[in-house]
Every structure is written in structure tokens, then in C-alpha cells.
């Protein structure tokens, strides 16, 4: 059974930063895409960042130069560095795991985690 855990949310004020983690446990694939959607309250579930199988990585517009997705294969373990954080950016994240590169599109991909709550004060 696939687990998505994410942690590292919490709140910080406008321009403050945040670090969160996603780390996967009983993946069965040998290729995996990782992704970081948000949802907040009223709105869809958007695709923040997307990595590839191959690293390569896709942002959102709305978080270029400001946000860094990563991954530690060793660990399992998918990052998100959250810089330069706006109130724009209050929302639940959820990190996301499919055997295939899914891109930003939410429905598209197959494991979600419970998602971590993130809140930013201006």
C-alpha cells in the first residue's frame, strides 16, 4: 500500500519561508514522478511543482523563483523549499507520487498524500 506523509507546515508571516516534506513508503514502481498541489478553501486543487522521473521540474507561474521542489531518492523523500511566501499561498498541500510524469494537471495523478496545512500572515 502506497503512503504519502507530508509535514513541515505550519504559519509563517508575508516573506517568511517554510521547508515541506513528503515521504513515500511502499511504492511498487521503479519509475516515479513526484508532484506539490495546493487547495484552498473554495478553490480547486492546483499543481504547484512537478518532478519527473528523469528531475526535470515544472512550476506553477505563480510560484517561479520563489519555491524549489526536490527529491532524495535515497530517503523516499520529496521537498518542497517555500521562499519569499505570500498570503496568496495560504492553502492545504498535498504531495502526489505516479509511476508516469503527470504535469500540474491534479486529477491526472494516482497517490496523494493527507496533506499539510500552510498559512501565511501578512
Known amino acids: 500500500q502506497v503512503q504519502l506523509v507530508e509535514s513541515g507546515g505550519g504559519s509563517v508571516q508575508s516573506g517568511g519561508s517554510l521547508r515541506l516534506s513528503c515521504a513515500a513508503s511502499?511504492?511498487?514502481?521503479?519509475?516515479?514522478?513526484w508532484g506539490w498541489f495546493r487547495q484552498a478553501p473554495g478553490k480547486e486543487r492546483e499543481g504547484v511543482a512537478a518532478?519527473?522521473?528523469?528531475?526535470?521540474?515544472t512550476y506553477a507561474d505563480s510560484v517561479k523563483g520563489r519555491f524549489t521542489a526536490s527529491q532524495d531518492n535515497a530517503k523516499n523523500t520529496l521537498y518542497l523549499q517555500m521562499n519569499s511566501l505570500k498570503p496568496e499561498d495560504t492553502a492545504m498541500y498535498y504531495c502526489?507520487?505516479?509511476?508516469?510524469?503527470?504535469?500540474?494537471?491534479?486529477?491526472?495523478?494516482?497517490?496523494w498524500g493527507q496533506g499539510t496545512q500552510v498559512t501565511v500572515s501578512s
Open positions: 518532478i519527473d522521473s528523469d528531475g526535470s521540474t
Open positions: 502526489a507520487a505516479d509511476p508516469s510524469p503527470r504535469g500540474l494537471y491534479a486529477p491526472s495523478w494516482d497517490y
Open positions: 511502499g511504492y511498487p514502481y521503479n519509475s516515479r514522478a
